[in-house]
């Protein structure tokens, strides 16, 4: 059963809605956050290695090379 | 296991063990001051050291909470079973402090044994129930003191 | 070792190499993210607007139903680290050193939320944001010990040596980890004492229990989501030269 009576006795918590709501966001926030970064990283990587191999292939129209080409050391910042 | 494996696992252990022991060790040397507050029984048995700011904890009296007319001052007393001492607080008490509930006083202990606080938290317990099974539990308190002779 | 008489089945020694994993874990990811935000959404209603109210603390307990969720991941990940950081230094296996780096932000972001919720649940509880008790002190301890393990991959452009100086680190963490289960039964504090207990039901209302169960299987869900995301991307970066990275990279998405 739903606990209160209006949807602005629910936002108010009882007085302790900024508390509750602020946890709340900031959790979701941090989750957020945390599901993002791996997924945006792979994404950087992925797209730069596409790029890369584009190129490769240009150069060498015949035969293909798989060698990396100048060794680059990249780092998330 | 490879002796080479077994070796590294052996060194993995040995860190284990030796940072256990020396955080033990440590915390051991450091219990006292680990503490939060000091308890009503230590304060009165003179460990508790007077005139520096210390902190007092305890359970509040029932019927001890006395405000002073036309101000923020409070006295209240706070036990823990053998002991109780006095505190003396002005200002404004958390929601959750009353009687039968833990508090905690930061504050200077006085000559006359009287503690005067500058703050005071309240200290929960980890027990949580809706407020109709609070209400419930005490009515059939109540009714099983009334059966009482 | 074990190739005439194989102790393990095949798929232990698959998950052991970076690729198999990469490819073993790559169907699990949709159903732990679905299980994940179903958990996290169903408990967070429920906790929010169908728990009974506490009769004391009135409606700021429910900062418990993510509070003590977060704290038990951050602790548990902590484990998860360590055995990490433990399995690749004795068996110098490259994928324990990933998992093992990709744990720490995890865990240091988890931590930060449990000390930021209790924060927020202290200011209309004890009548304080912060308190130097043994439980907060110790729980901030380990929000530096997770911060020490990230700066430690970092400090180090030996991707090797980075590996062990921060499982070094993560193992003499451990000791912390007990003192911050038992620092309220050893010490005097603020926090209250714990409400699920291995050994003893729950000292609360089943009604205010159960949305917590189910918050904490979602975020033991979003953790091991997290995780493999982590050390997936990991796997990727530093197999970015092999075959089957760079074919994936094309286009030929495995």
């Known amino acids: 059963m739903f606990q209160f009576d209006s949807l602005s006795a629910f936002i108010a918590m009882g007085g302790h809605g900024p508390y509750i709501w602020l946890s709340y966001l900031a959790t979701a926030l941090v989750l957020l956050w945390l599901v993002a970064t791996p997924l945006l990283r792979t994404n950087r990587l992925m797209s730069a290695l596409k790029r890369q191999q584009t190129l490769q292939h240009r150069e060498s129209g015949k035969y293909q090379d798989i060698s990396p080409g100048p060794r680059t050391e990249e780092r998330s910042p | ?149 | ?254």
């Open chain 2, 1 to 149: 296991m490879h002796p080479l494996r077994r070796q590294r696992l052996i060194a993995v252990i040995f860190i284990v063990i030796v940072a256990t022991v020396a955080v033990a060790l440590v915390t051991y040397a450091l219990r006292q001051n680990i503490n939060l507050f000091f308890a009503p029984s230590q304060v009165v048995a003179g460990d508790a050291p007077a005139g520096t700011r210390i902190r007092v904890g305890g359970m509040v009296v029932e019927d001890s909470i006395v405000r002073a007319p036309g101000g923020l001052q409070t006295t209240f007393r706070v036990t823990d079973g053998p002991s109780e001492v006095i505190v003396t607080y002005t200002g404004i008490l958390p929601d959750l402090f009353g009687e039968n509930e833990a508090a905690v006083a930061t504050g200077q202990l006085e000559p006359d044994g009287t503690f005067t606080a500058t703050e005071v938290l309240a200290k929960h317990d980890e027990n949580y129930m809706p407020p109709e099974v609070t209400d419930a539990m005490n009515k059939a308190m109540e009714k099983a003191h009334e059966a009482r002779p």
């Open chain 3, 1 to 254: 070792m074990a190739r005439t008489r194989p102790l393990l089945p095949e798929w232990f020694h698959r998950l052991g190499s970076p690729k198999g994993f990469y490819q073993m874990t790559s169907s699990w990811m949709p159903w732990l993210a679905v299980t994940a935000a179903v958990l996290l959404l169903v408990g967070t209603v429920w906790g929010l607007g169908f728990a009974p109210q506490d009769a004391k603390q009135g409606n700021s307990f429910r900062i418990i139903y993510i509070h003590v969720p977060a704290a038990f991941l951050a602790l548990a990940g902590y484990y998860v680290m360590a055995a990490a950081g433990a399995i690749g230094l004795v068996w110098k296996m490259k994928l324990a050193h990933m998992v093992m780096k990709a744990a720490a932000p995890l865990g240091a972001a988890l931590t930060l939320i449990s000390l930021v919720t209790g924060s927020l649940w202290g200011k209309p509880t004890w009548g304080t944001y912060w308190v130097w008790d043994a439980r907060i002190t110790s729980m901030l301890v380990l929000f530096f010990l997770y911060l020490g393990v990230i700066a430690l991959h970092y400090a180090y452009t030996n991707g090797e040596a980075a590996s062990k100086a921060s499982a070094v680190l993560a193992l003499v963490g451990t000791a912390n980890i007990p003192i911050i289960y038992k620092s309220v039964d050893w010490w005097y504090t603020l926090h209250q004492p714990a409400t699920i207990k291995l050994t003893q039901a729950p000292s609360m209302h089943p009604d205010m229990f159960y949305p917590l169960l189910v918050m904490i299987a979602g975020f033991y869900c979003f953790y091991a989501l997290v995780l493999l995301l982590n050390t997936r991307s990991e796997i990727l970066h530093r197999e970015r030269r092999t075959r089957w990275v760079l074919d994936m990279a094309e286009g030929g998405r495995s």
